[in-house]
């Protein structure tokens, strides 16, 4: 998501924290494992050497498949932690209750909600919960409770580390404000809105993409006052680094997955060209006029070759002992049980950590 729209850096809708910045090539490396992955993405991931041409540098991203083993690391700690849900006591409120079941306007239970703040926590190193309370229509006024209830029930937004813009930090080390920036739907058009919000005010501002494209700025499109004393907003760590900053669990074994990813790819395309070989012809004839298909053939003269090019068979074992090698890397960096990888009989691949969460929450 292009977060800089304009060549004015002066905008405060460009100010990025020194911090956030210093992090964005890092942050979009994690978003591959928990994003699909874009052709564009593969393009970046699979650089086209010199002597490739664009069909064969095209074939190789087309047969690339991205199956990291991080995103299964992270599913499997998911799936351990949240093995069986909550017990939670309501004491009767059944307003409360109601909340729980649709914390986003979007009906997410506050579990599933929970679930996904933890992934991108995973992940990311950090994800931030902000609670807002819907919007009241511009000279709306209820004429009862039921009326007025639903706006005062409050509403769970999650953002991810991309998505954070800027912050700051009052005397006291406290955080005193904080933007974030989406790319959403809106009237059935995609368009970027931030999030700024203080101590005592909520403000949303919206510009549409084809806007943006246009040279045009951002324009308020909500504002309210909260009244909460401090910034809503509640960040999830993996583990702390600073404030707003986290160290992702994948740190370690990102690179060996977009490192085996090229290896995979690599290998893929030599299957290829195995089973689909060139051939080659060394004759004295006009080129132009060889002709080879199912309905003719060429003889050749005793000092004419003929064949077919295909890789040499030790490409494919230094090729399968790299793959081996890296994810037996990745096991280790991610305390995954290694028999998922150099077991051929091993039938489910186990998280060595899963293994160890689920057993401390059962006991």
């Avoid at 994800?127 to 039921?146: H, I, K, M, V």
Wanted: glycine content about 4%; cysteine-free; charged content about 25%.
């Amino acid at each position: 998501m292009p977060l800089k729209f304009s060549s004015s850096s002066d905008s405060v809708f460009e100010r990025w924290h020194p911090v956030r910045e210093a992090m964005d090539d890092t942050y979009r490396i994690y978003r591959l494992f928990l994003e699909p992955i874009t052709k564009l993405d593969k393009d970046n991931l699979l650089p086209k050497i010199k002597r490739d041409s664009k069909f064969h540098h095209d074939l190789r991203i087309q047969l690339s498949q991205w199956s990291p083993d991080s995103t299964t690391a992270i599913n499997l700690l998911l799936n351990s932690v949240f093995n069986s849900d909550p017990a939670r006591g309501f004491q009767n409120s059944g307003n409360l209750e109601e909340w729980v079941e649709n914390v986003d306007l979007m009906h997410t239970d506050l579990g599933d909600f929970t679930r996904k703040a933890l992934r991108l926590s995973l992940a990311y190193g950090s994800s931030y919960t902000l609670l807002n309370l819907p919007q009241r229509p511009l000279g709306f006024e209820a004429s009862s409770l039921d009326q007025e209830q639903q706006f005062l029930m409050p509403v769970l937004r999650l953002f991810n580390p991309l998505e954070l813009l800027n912050w700051k930090m009052d005397v006291g080390d406290v955080l005193s404000e904080v933007w974030f920036v989406t790319l959403e739907v809106v009237n059935n058009a995609w368009a970027y809105k931030w999030y700024h919000v203080t101590k005592t005010n909520y403000t949303e501002y919206m510009l549409p993409v084809k806007d943006a494209e246009n040279g045009e700025k951002p324009v308020e499109f909500a504002s309210a006052v909260h009244g909460f004393g401090f910034v809503p907003m509640v960040p999830s760590y993996y583990q702390l680094v600073e404030p707003m900053i986290g160290e992702s669990y994948i740190k370690e074994s990102a690179l060996l997955d977009i490192k085996k990813f090229r290896q995979e790819a690599d290998a893929e395309y030599d299957r290829t060209l195995v089973n689909h070989p060139q051939m080659f012809v060394k004759t004295d004839e006009d080129f132009g006029t060889v002709e080879v298909d199912a309905a003719k053939y060429l003889k050749l003269k005793p000092d004419d070759e003929a064949g077919y090019l295909n890789p040499a068979s030790t490409t494919f074992e230094v090729n399968a002992a790299a793959i081996k090698q890296t994810r037996m890397d990745i096991a280790r960096k991610l305390q995954l049980d290694p028999t998922g990888f150099s077991n051929e009989e091993a039938k489910v691949q186990v998280s060595g950590v899963s293994r160890q969460l689920n057993f401390a929450l059962r006991e």
